[in-house]
């Protein structure tokens, strides 16, 4: 009996925002000159439509950047050794990306090896600068597991999971173990952090978050992995004001919701991985 396999599934692939399927591309072939991730994750399309990925296995620690139509133009980082939370040339399993186009600048959470957020050069790669948790220093120490009854961590723990920029200059982190979001000035300078469900252990509760598109960005949305809901927050003082979904498989609930994003109209879309392997579409229906 002969067996016929399907072509595998494209690397990247694009929808439309009611789910059709537009296009999609293959990673390239042996040989060429990237390191492609042997496990993708993080994506983020730029305000020219470029596509810049991420990857997860234990030795993916690059960033690749891609036009629309998959044609390769930039590496950040490289497959192989980590070199830790202080190097200058090289990521560890970075996790998101986020572009600041007026400074020309890449925010990059970096990540599940690494425990800090690290700024490049978005032409040319070169690096800027870096910070841990407070702004401070980041260590590669072993750090003790979450205790939602001790002192929050100095650091960052792993993974550090997305990065967001607001209108106004402020950087907001996904410290996911550790239940917080924390905000920075653009320089590192730390500003206030929230806490979300800080009782939450395991995978911990903020796994992405993105900001509400009114003028003033007056809401957070974050997603949460462990608990299967998404949080409205109140931007200014973190104070939860509602939130929606529960664990389950059914329309409407998640399965390991990993990912989030809004679009110009309101609506949010989220990703969910392990068994979830979805995408769902929320519509805004009042504001």
């Known amino acids: 009996?002969?067996?016929?396999?399907?072509?595998?599934?494209?690397?990247?692939?694009?929808?439309?925002?009611?789910?059709?399927?537009?296009?999609?591309?293959?990673?390239?072939?042996?040989?060429?000159?990237?390191?492609?991730?042997?496990?993708?994750?993080?994506?983020?399309?730029?305000?020219?439509?470029?596509?810049?990925?991420?990857?997860n296995a234990d030795e993916d620690n690059q960033i690749l950047k891609f036009t629309p139509e998959g044609k390769f133009l930039m590496q950040i980082g490289r497959a192989g050794k980590s070199e830790g939370s202080n190097s200058r040339t090289q990521l560890g399993r970075p996790a998101?990306?986020?572009?600041?186009?007026?400074?020309?600048?890449?925010?990059?959470?970096?990540?599940?090896?690494?425990?800090?957020?690290?700024?490049?050069?978005?032409?040319?790669?070169?690096?800027?600068?870096?910070?841990?948790?407070?702004?401070?220093?980041?260590?590669?120490?072993?750090?003790p597991p979450y205790d939602p009854n001790s002192a929050p961590s100095r650091q960052f723990g792993n993974p550090v999971h997305c990065v967001r920029l607001s209108t106004d200059g402020r950087v907001y982190v996904c410290d996911r173990a550790n239940n917080r979001i924390q905000v920075f000035e653009k320089s590192g300078r730390?500003?206030?952090?929230?806490?979300?469900?800080?009782?939450?252990?395991?995978?911990?509760?903020?796994?992405?978050?993105?900001?509400?598109?009114?003028?003033?960005?007056?809401?957070?949305?974050?997603?949460?992995?462990?608990?299967?809901?998404?949080?409205?927050?109140?931007?200014?003082?973190?104070r939860q004001l509602s939130s929606f979904g529960r664990t389950g498989r059914m329309a409407g609930e998640f399965k390991w919701v990993h990912n989030i994003a809004i679009d110009r109209q309101g609506n949010l879309y989220t990703s969910e991985v392990g068994f979830g392997r979805r995408t769902q579409k929320f519509a805004l229906v009042s504001f």
Not at 205 to 234: F, P, T
Request: glycine share 10%.
């Open 1 to 55: 009996m002969t067996h016929r396999c399907c072509k595998p599934a494209p690397a990247v692939v694009e929808f439309d925002a009611a789910g059709n399927y537009l296009r999609g591309w293959d990673a390239p072939p042996a040989g060429s000159k990237l390191d492609w991730p042997k496990s993708e994750h993080g994506i983020y399309i730029d305000p020219d439509g470029n596509v810049w990925i991420a990857g």
């Open 190 to 238: 730390f500003v206030q952090e929230f806490r979300v469900e800080p009782l939450t252990r395991a995978n911990g509760a903020v796994w992405d978050m993105v900001l509400s598109h009114d003028a003033e960005q007056k809401y957070m949305y974050v997603a949460d992995g462990a608990n299967g809901r998404v949080y409205i927050l109140e931007r200014a003082s973190g």
């Open 96 to 143: 998101h990306m986020v572009m600041d186009p007026p400074a020309g600048e890449l925010y990059v959470a970096d990540g599940y090896g690494n425990r800090r957020v690290v700024v490049f050069d978005a032409r040319t790669g070169a690096y800027k600068r870096h910070w841990g948790a407070y702004g401070e220093t980041p260590s590669d120490d072993k750090q």
